[in-house]
């Protein structure tokens, strides 16, 4: 009698299972594009205009002044798809973007997209010159298409051991039409490659490297951190993002710099002052108790300020306290 199951040779096993995994891959690939595919007819051209808000009254704590004093990097956008990523928070930096973290270096972010352009998936790469100080405009013209509709850039805090801001994939595409306008502000990221608390901390290597995370008021949770300020429930903006869409085309650029700066973008903003708290050392050791042997002497203990108030923190408490103590190295009246 013979059986009813149908023998199928070896070969044609292997080629039923090639097709199927070659299937799912594309599914895959499918669904991984459904959320950041774009129909648009043809390119579009934005404006790209960074604005940082660093300043002494919104970040009072620790500012600096000196051997640098506050500033910003220069600017680096990207456009890409989905299948390329500049940065992303809670994952750990690259390479190229450990060294501009720290160094504010881009010779290998450039690299890393270059690779990623022949693999079509980064389109253009912008730079933009640097602020000298904590507060000003850097702007560039970009050029986004539908095959790279994803937009992500970077700017370092200078000084910091790590520290940074930046957009992740921000999408100009939606359906089949371009944005127009899009403003959003911007807080401190940790690359989590430098342990330092302070802006002017040294290098100290994160040993093993964590992931990229967003620097707020309370965390890290450390007194000594240059943006904790326990009393604030989320740190004022640092900076600002506003990208707007042009009609026309953007000049081809030979270096890829630019700095433009738009009229309508140089309106100053204006925060509240952030109020800073004074901070004391702990008490010293009492020192010895000066005095008559009759009768009780003195003794005092000082501390000393570890940080100033500004804009109407809490004021320092007293310095010097002291209280009545026995001399106990009296010799008795004969």
Request: some cysteine.
């Given at each position: 009698?013979m059986?009813s ?10 080629l ?16 991984s ?7 648009a007819?043809?390119?579009a ?24 004093p506050?500033?910003w ?12 990523r500049?940065?992303q ?22 690299k ?12 253009s790469?912008?730079r933009?010159?640097?602020i ?10 970009v050029l ?5 509709p ?16 930046g957009?992740?994939?921000?999408n ?7 944005k127009?306008?899009?403003?959003f ?15 002017s901390?040294?290098n ?28 604030l ?5 640092l ?15 030979q270096?890829?710099?630019?700095n ?11 925060f ?17 108790c ?5 009768r009780g ?18 004021p ?9 103590c ?9």
């Open positions: 009698m059986s199951e149908i023998l199928v040779p070896g070969w044609l096993q292997q039923l299972v090639v097709l199927l995994r070659f299937t799912l891959s594309c599914a895959a690939l499918v669904n594009t459904n959320g950041t595919e774009c129909s007819r043809g390119p051209s934005y404006i790209v205009v960074f604005t940082g808000h660093w300043s002494p009254q919104t970040f009072p704590k620790q500012y600096p002044l000196f051997r640098p506050a500033q990097s220069k600017l680096m956008v990207v456009t890409h798809n989905e299948q390329y500049l940065w928070e809670g994952a750990p930096a690259s390479d190229g973007m450990k060294s501009f973290a720290e160094q504010g270096l881009t010779v290998d972010l450039v890393d997209a270059k690779e990623a352009r022949k693999r079509r998936s980064v389109g790469m912008y933009t010159a640097g000298p100080s904590g507060i000003g405009h850097s702007s560039t013209e986004l298409t539908p095959r790279s994803l937009l992500s850039l970077i700017v370092k805090l200078i000084p910091s051991p790590d520290w940074f801001v957009v992740d994939g921000l100009l595409c939606e359906g089949g039409k371009w127009q306008e899009v403003t502000d911007l807080h401190p990221f940790d690359a989590g490659t430098d342990s330092g608390f302070t802006f901390s040294p100290f290597p994160t040993t093993p490297p964590e992931n990229i995370t967003m620097i707020t008021s309370q965390k890290p949770n450390h007194p000594a951190n240059s943006f904790y300020y326990p009393r429930t989320e740190l004022p903006p900076a600002t993002i506003w990208v707007k869409r042009q009609s026309r085309l953007p000049v081809r650029q270096n890829r710099l630019s433009h700066i738009l009229p309508d973008a140089s309106k100053p903003h204006r509240s002052e952030t109020p800073l708290d004074c901070e004391v050392s702990m008490w010293s050791s009492w020192g010895l000066f005095g008559p042997c009759a002497g003195l003794r005092h203990r000082t501390r000393y300020i570890l940080l100033k108030p500004a804009n109407s923190g809490s320092c408490p007293e310095l010097e306290e002291q209280e009545e026995t001399p106990h190295n009296c010799l008795a009246d004969q």
